[in-house]
Each structure stands twice: as structure tokens, then as C-alpha cells.
């Protein structure tokens, strides 16, 4: 290694393919959740590493995407006075670009080949340094076959210099060789040549990085097809060399360095738009990060941050909103098909005749009978004698039995659904305060301030948390084990309401926070405690057991389906719009007359 290498003695090369060490601090780099220079080791402070190589030039003041704001910063409300040690980095594309160019380096001395050839060789295996080195010393001929790394051509092989050289592709001549250029592998273009091609193939996508020659490796005088074509991997050079776009250019070097770090396990991108940052977590897995950028997520499944809710469960809630899960509840909860040609329907008024608008078919929508078959002796427009003999004695039909029941989980799922929109929308609500609280401050008030910042932050996670557990909530199989979750689950919501009320009910603002101040770190405390110990309880497996792979009808309370209200088990009827439980109608007689 060259004598004026930043990095020090070779790095161990380790079993997870990244090629460094477990300890993040060995790169002097402080594991953080904002990328601040808490430790003055002369990294920039915002973790953005400047305009290094393979930097998309995109500001964190023009973000644009306006969801979510950021968590307030030291440099106003502060940070928590104790706040627990994270086990992960904000890494800029600075650093990422040193290590892999360390990694290139390191790659290249152990397996005695150019910088080049192991950038080449890196690139094919994906950045996986250890199933490399076990193929190459297994076979290096192999590996070089494989990849397309042909070795150096011998000084026999070369054009004398001031010959001319025939150019390969179907649209040139010959030319001198000085304006011609081949690969090891023997294939002569003139450099306009490549220039073309190579161009081409930024343009085409980030599958430039794998661009191969573009000669034929066949020698038989036929239509040559794929499997003809020379496989010889284009070096970075040949692209530095002949494309002098230079927004080109940064796009391979930006797909590059995409490449390295999909290859790392340890090191991902965060998921946020328009953010160039990368994170690392030497443990890998489930974890809840903090960009230098204010987003937070989850390590494992890059989705939003989800303590304490499993990441399969919550591709599962997601799903059922994002796509048609939670329709098709509502359509077998709702509607019933018609009798003669199963279009599904829905009724929307307490009469119970019904008439299918595509066939014309008239009969009742409670036992499903021809209507000419029902009048004033079978109970009229709004009831249905035939069927509330039935259901007097549970003998439901098949369909009105699935349809109960999807009516009930219907129920449960809007209960659900509900609290957790409305934890999304308390945590939005908190981050406005922050900023209303922020424009209320003055440089020299920030020590006196602390202590906000701290319970904002807390709020928002015991908020993230809280929203969180009503998704898992849903999965969870009745019983005692769901009953002291709910329970934990009322106390974490007692406490960050009581906490919310109290950050917004002074109307003095800061002046009056500042007298609440003893009360505020108080129940910070106990907000943050009872957090904390929620999350324990679920990571330490003991509902692992009782989560459901669906969703059961079993509920404490039911959401109407009509206009949202929360009701309790026992309730038959919403005591907003009426709608009853059983069928979701707001009009129906037959669940009247069946309580009356």
C-alpha cells in the first residue's frame, strides 16, 4: 500500500464480504443517529461529506419532499440530556467512496492483479470480497473466464507502433493505431468507436457498469448470436478515458458506488427521497435508524420505523392498506351477490327489496328469495319473516354467515386502523410544535431549553411506538397474554396524551413551559419508561406465540363501519348513526326488531 494511505494498517478481511472491521469507530467515525461531530473527528458535522466522488450534488435544504419534517436539532431545542448509545453510522459518499477504494486496494495486493482487474473482479461478484478469494485461489483461469479478465496482452501481440490497425466494427476501415484501442482480450476498435458505445451504454442504464466488448469472441464465418459475443468486462478507465460528458460520467461513478454498497449486509442506503446519505449497522438486521437527514427507519425491511411490531407483520398491515385487502373485506362484508347472475350489490336503504341493475332480478336481500314470493303476509318491504325464523334458531345461510363474520373483522380492523392514523397524525402534530417552538428561540436560550428537546423527542418515539403496537394489536389472538398488552398499551397512551396536553397548554409558550418544567421532565420520564418497556416486553418473543397470520373477529372494541365510532363488545347498535353490528346498515329492522 502506498505511504500516504489515510487508513492505516490493512483491514482484517471479514466473513460478512464487506472487508471491514465490526467497530465502527475505527473509521473515526462516531456511531450516531444524526451524523453530528459529537467527538471532533473532523467529519462534517451534517454527515454529508462535502461534494465527494459519487455525491449526487443534491442539498438537504432543497429537499422537497414535505411529509416529514425533521427532529429537532442541538443547535436549537437540543437533544435528550441521557440519551442511550446507538450501535450505528451516517456515513457520507466520501467515506463510502474511500472504502471502496480501500476495498479495490486491498482486493488487488492479496490477489497479486491491478487495481483495475480487482475493481473488475469486485463488480462480477457482487462486492463480495470472500467468495472471490475462495474462487480465485481455487482457480484464478477459471475466475478470469468467468469474469471476463483476460490476462495482459504479450508485447508480441501488439501493432508495431506506426502500423495501422482493422477496425472491428461493420462501419469502419482501417486506422492508425494510435487512434485505435483493444481490450486484453485482442479486439481493435478506433476510438470513435468506442467513444459511440460506451456513451451508448450510459445511456441505457446503470447495466453499464457490467459493459462488456463489443467484439466477437467467435471466429466461425456465421450470424453470430448472444452467446458469440466476447465477454471481456470494459474497465473504469475506458470510461474515464473516452466520455467527456461529465453528468455521464457522474452517473457511472454514482451506479458504482450503488453497487458497493448494496453489496455491503451492513451498509444500506436511506430509503428517503432525494437523501445521499448510507447508514451502517455493524449488527445488521431489525433496527430502528435515525439519518443525518431527520428520516427514521427500519434497518432490516427499509420501511418506516416500526418498534416494537415484527417487520413480516408489518408487510403484512401495509399490504392490507396500500393494496386491495382491506376492499375485499369490505366488499364480502358489505355487499351480497345476486341469486340469478352473481354480480355483487350493495344496499344502501332499509327496504329489502332489491333489484340487480344487470339483470333485473328482483328478490329480498335477507333470505335471498324471488321477491314475488314475499308481501305483507312475509313481513313486508322493511322485514323478512323467513328470515328472522332463521336466525332465530343461528341457522344462517353460508353467505350471510361469511358475511357477519367479515362484517365483524371489518369492525375490528377500522378500531385498529383508526388509532393508528391517528398516531401518524399526533406525531406530525408534534413535529409542528417543535417548530413553533423553535421560532421562539434565541441563541442564547438553548441550555435553558434542554429539557424540551428531550421530551419532544421522547413524545415522538413514544408516539412511533404506540402507533406501532395498534398494528400489531390486530394480529394478536385473544386472550390474557393480548389483554396485558392492551393494558401496557392504555398506559403508554395515557401518559403521551397527558404529555402532548401538557407541551400545549400553556399559552405563554416557552415562558411557560419553562415554569412547567419539573412536571415536563417528570412525565417525560415516565413516558419514555413505559415506551421502553413496551418494546422489552415484545422483543423478549412473549407474544411470538400468539400472532396470527390473519386477523381473528375476536375485538375489546368494534369500529361502525359507517362512520368510525368506537364502540364497546356489547353494543349492538352505534350510538352515532345506529348502524347495526351485525350487517353495518344504519336502517336495519330486522336487528331493531330482533333487540326490540
Same mark, same amino acid.
Request: charged share 30%; glycine share 6%; hydrophobic share 30%.
Given at each position: 500500500?502506498?505511504?500516504?494511505?489515510?487508513?492505516?494498517?490493512?483491514?482484517?478481511?471479514?466473513?460478512?464480504?464487506?472487508?471491514?472491521?465490526?467497530?465502527?469507530?475505527?473509521?473515526?467515525?462516531?456511531?450516531?443517529?444524526?451524523?453530528?461531530?459529537?467527538?471532533?473527528?473532523?467529519?462534517?458535522?451534517?454527515?454529508?461529506?462535502?461534494?465527494?466522488?459519487?455525491?449526487?450534488?443534491?442539498?438537504?435544504?432543497?429537499?422537497?419532499?414535505?411529509?416529514?419534517?425533521?427532529?429537532?436539532?442541538? %443547535?436549537?431545542?437540543?437533544?435528550?440530556?441521557?440519551?442511550?448509545?446507538?450501535?450505528?453510522?451516517?456515513?457520507?459518499?466520501?467515506?463510502?467512496?474511500?472504502?471502496?477504494?480501500?476495498?479495490?486496494?486491498?482486493?488487488?495486493?492479496?490477489?497479486?492483479?491491478?487495481?483495475?482487474?480487482?475493481?473488475?473482479?469486485?463488480?462480477?461478484?457482487?462486492? =463480495?470480497?470472500?467468495?472471490?478469494?475462495?474462487?480465485?485461489?481455487?482457480?484464478?483461469?477459471?475466475?478470469?473466464?468467468?469474469?471476463?479478465?483476460?490476462?495482459?496482452?504479450?508485447?508480441?501481440?501488439?501493432?508495431?507502433?506506426?502500423?495501422?490497425?482493422?477496425?472491428?466494427?461493420?462501419?469502419?476501415?482501417?486506422?492508425?493505431?494510435?487512434?485505435?484501442?483493444?481490450?486484453?482480450?485482442?479486439?481493435?476498435?478506433?476510438?470513435?468507436?468506442?467513444?459511440?458505445?460506451?456513451?451508448?451504454?450510459?445511456?441505457?442504464?446503470?447495466?453499464?457498469?457490467?459493459?462488456?466488448?463489443?467484439?466477437?469472441?467467435?471466429?466461425?464465418?456465421?450470424?453470430?448470436?448472444?452467446?458469440?459475443?466476447?465477454?471481456?468486462?470494459?474497465?473504469?478507465?475506458?470510461?474515464?478515458?473516452?466520455?467527456?460528458?461529465?453528468?455521464?460520467?457522474?452517473?457511472?461513478?454514482?451506479?458504482?458506488?450503488?453497487?458497493?454498497?448494496?453489496?455491503?449486509?451492513?451498509?444500506?442506503?436511506?430509503?428517503?427521497?432525494?437523501?445521499?446519505?448510507?447508514?451502517?449497522?455493524?449488527?445488521?438486521?431489525?433496527?430502528?435508524?435515525?439519518? &443525518?437527514?431527520?428520516?427514521?427507519?427500519?434497518?432490516?425491511?427499509?420501511?418506516?420505523?416500526?418498534?416494537?411490531?415484527?417487520?413480516?407483520?408489518?408487510?403484512?398491515?401495509?399490504?392490507?392498506?396500500?393494496?386491495?385487502?382491506?376492499?375485499?373485506?369490505?366488499?364480502?362484508?358489505?355487499?351480497?351477490?345476486?341469486?340469478?347472475?352473481?354480480?355483487?350489490?350493495?344496499?344502501?336503504?332499509?327496504?329489502?327489496?332489491?333489484?340487480?341493475?344487470?339483470?333485473?332480478?328482483?328478490?329480498?336481500?335477507?333470505?335471498?328469495?324471488?321477491?314475488?314470493?314475499?308481501?305483507?303476509?312475509? &313481513?313486508?318491504?322493511?322485514?323478512?319473516?323467513?328470515?328472522?325464523?332463521?336466525?332465530?334458531?343461528?341457522?344462517?345461510?353460508?353467505?350471510?354467515?361469511?358475511?357477519?363474520? =367479515?362484517?365483524?373483522?371489518?369492525?375490528?380492523?377500522?378500531?385498529?386502523?383508526?388509532?393508528?392514523?391517528?398516531?401518524?397524525?399526533?406525531? =406530525?402534530?408534534?413535529?409542528?410544535?417543535?417548530?413553533?417552538?423553535?421560532?421562539?428561540?434565541?441563541?442564547?436560550?438553548?441550555?435553558?431549553?434542554?429539557?424540551?428537546?428531550?421530551?419532544? %423527542?421522547?413524545?415522538?418515539?413514544?408516539?412511533?411506538?404506540?402507533?406501532?403496537?395498534?398494528? /400489531?394489536?390486530?394480529?394478536?389472538?385473544?386472550?390474557?397474554?393480548?389483554?396485558?398488552?392492551?393494558?401496557?398499551?392504555?398506559?403508554?397512551?395515557?401518559?403521551?396524551?397527558?404529555?402532548?396536553?401538557?407541551?400545549?397548554?400553556?399559552?405563554?409558550?416557552?415562558?411557560?413551559?419553562?415554569?412547567?418544567?419539573?412536571?415536563?421532565?417528570?412525565?417525560?420520564?415516565?413516558?419514555? =419508561?413505559?415506551?421502553?418497556? /413496551?418494546?422489552?416486553?415484545?422483543?423478549?418473543?412473549?407474544?411470538?406465540?400468539?400472532?396470527?397470520?390473519?386477523?381473528?373477529?375476536?375485538?375489546?372494541?368494534?369500529?361502525?363501519?359507517?362512520?368510525?365510532?368506537?364502540?364497546?363488545?356489547?353494543? /349492538?347498535?352505534?350510538?352515532?348513526?345506529?348502524?347495526?353490528?351485525?350487517?353495518?346498515?344504519?336502517?336495519?329492522?330486522?336487528?331493531?326488531?330482533?333487540?326490540?
Amino acid at each position: 500500500m502506498s505511504d500516504d494511505d489515510d487508513w492505516g494498517d490493512d483491514p482484517m478481511l471479514e466473513d460478512d464480504d464487506d472487508g471491514w472491521g465490526d467497530d465502527t469507530a475505527g473509521d473515526n467515525m462516531m456511531a450516531t443517529t444524526d451524523g453530528e461531530d459529537d467527538n471532533n473527528d473532523g467529519w462534517d458535522d451534517d454527515g454529508d461529506g462535502g461534494d465527494g466522488y459519487g455525491a449526487v450534488g443534491l442539498d438537504a435544504s432543497d429537499d422537497e419532499w414535505e411529509d416529514e419534517e425533521k427532529l429537532p436539532s442541538k %443547535a436549537t431545542l437540543g437533544a435528550p440530556v441521557l440519551e442511550r448509545q446507538h450501535s450505528y453510522a451516517v456515513l457520507s459518499n466520501e467515506l463510502l467512496f474511500a472504502r471502496q477504494q480501500q476495498l479495490i486496494r486491498v482486493t488487488a495486493e492479496l490477489l497479486f492483479v491491478t487495481q483495475e482487474e480487482a475493481s473488475c473482479l469486485l463488480r462480477h461478484y457482487g462486492w =463480495k470480497n470472500s467468495k472471490l478469494q475462495n474462487e480465485w485461489f481455487s482457480s484464478q483461469d477459471e475466475v478470469r473466464r468467468k469474469v471476463g479478465l483476460s490476462r495482459p496482452l504479450d508485447a508480441a501481440q501488439l501493432p508495431a507502433p506506426e502500423s495501422k490497425v482493422q477496425c472491428q466494427s461493420a462501419f469502419c476501415d482501417e486506422v492508425a493505431v494510435e487512434e485505435a484501442t483493444a481490450l486484453n482480450c485482442g479486439h481493435w476498435f478506433c476510438n470513435d468507436c468506442w467513444h459511440s458505445f460506451l456513451e451508448s451504454q450510459l445511456k441505457s442504464g446503470r447495466r453499464a457498469i457490467f459493459a462488456t466488448c463489443m467484439g466477437m469472441a467467435c471466429e466461425k464465418d456465421h450470424n453470430h448470436k448472444f452467446g458469440c459475443a466476447c465477454n471481456e468486462m470494459i474497465p473504469d478507465s475506458m470510461f474515464a478515458r473516452f466520455i467527456k460528458d461529465q453528468k455521464l460520467l457522474d452517473k457511472y461513478k454514482d451506479w458504482l458506488l450503488d453497487s458497493f454498497v448494496e453489496g455491503q449486509r451492513k451498509i444500506k442506503w436511506c430509503p428517503r427521497p432525494k437523501c445521499n446519505k448510507a447508514v451502517e449497522y455493524s449488527q445488521g438486521g431489525y433496527r430502528s435508524i435515525t439519518c &443525518g437527514c431527520g428520516h427514521t427507519f427500519c434497518f432490516s425491511c427499509m420501511e418506516e420505523a416500526h418498534m416494537p411490531c415484527p417487520c413480516d407483520l408489518v408487510k403484512k398491515w401495509n399490504a392490507k392498506s396500500r393494496t386491495d385487502d382491506a376492499t375485499e373485506i369490505w366488499l364480502a362484508a358489505r355487499t351480497k351477490q345476486c341469486p340469478n347472475c352473481q354480480v355483487r350489490i350493495e344496499k344502501n336503504k332499509a327496504c329489502n327489496h332489491m333489484k340487480c341493475s344487470k339483470c333485473g332480478h328482483d328478490f329480498c336481500w335477507l333470505c335471498k328469495g324471488p321477491w314475488s314470493k314475499h308481501g305483507s303476509s312475509t &313481513g313486508g318491504y322493511y322485514v323478512c319473516n323467513k328470515y328472522n325464523e332463521s336466525a332465530a334458531k343461528g341457522a344462517f345461510s353460508e353467505e350471510e354467515s361469511k358475511m357477519m363474520d =367479515k362484517q365483524k373483522v371489518l369492525q375490528k380492523y377500522n378500531f385498529y386502523y383508526k388509532r393508528f392514523v391517528d398516531s401518524q397524525e399526533g406525531i =406530525k402534530h408534534t413535529k409542528k410544535l417543535s417548530e413553533r417552538l423553535e421560532q421562539q428561540m434565541t441563541s442564547i436560550d438553548v441550555n435553558r431549553y434542554l429539557f424540551i428537546g428531550d421530551a419532544i %423527542a421522547k413524545l415522538i418515539f413514544a408516539r412511533r411506538v404506540l402507533q406501532w403496537t395498534y398494528a /400489531m394489536a390486530y394480529y394478536l389472538k385473544s386472550g390474557g397474554k393480548k389483554n396485558l398488552f392492551e393494558h401496557q398499551q392504555q398506559m403508554l397512551m395515557e401518559h403521551t396524551e397527558k404529555l402532548q396536553e401538557l407541551m400545549e397548554s400553556d399559552s405563554r409558550g416557552l415562558e411557560g413551559l419553562l415554569q412547567s418544567r419539573k412536571k415536563i421532565i417528570n412525565l417525560t420520564s415516565s413516558t419514555d =419508561k413505559f415506551a421502553h418497556e /413496551m418494546v422489552k416486553h415484545v422483543e423478549s418473543g412473549d407474544f411470538e406465540d400468539r400472532l396470527l397470520s390473519e386477523a381473528d373477529i375476536a375485538t375489546s372494541m368494534w369500529a361502525c363501519t359507517t362512520c368510525s365510532t368506537v364502540m364497546k363488545p356489547d353494543k /349492538m347498535f352505534c350510538t352515532r348513526c345506529s348502524a347495526c353490528r351485525r350487517h353495518g346498515e344504519a336502517e336495519c329492522r330486522a336487528c331493531k326488531r330482533d333487540n326490540n
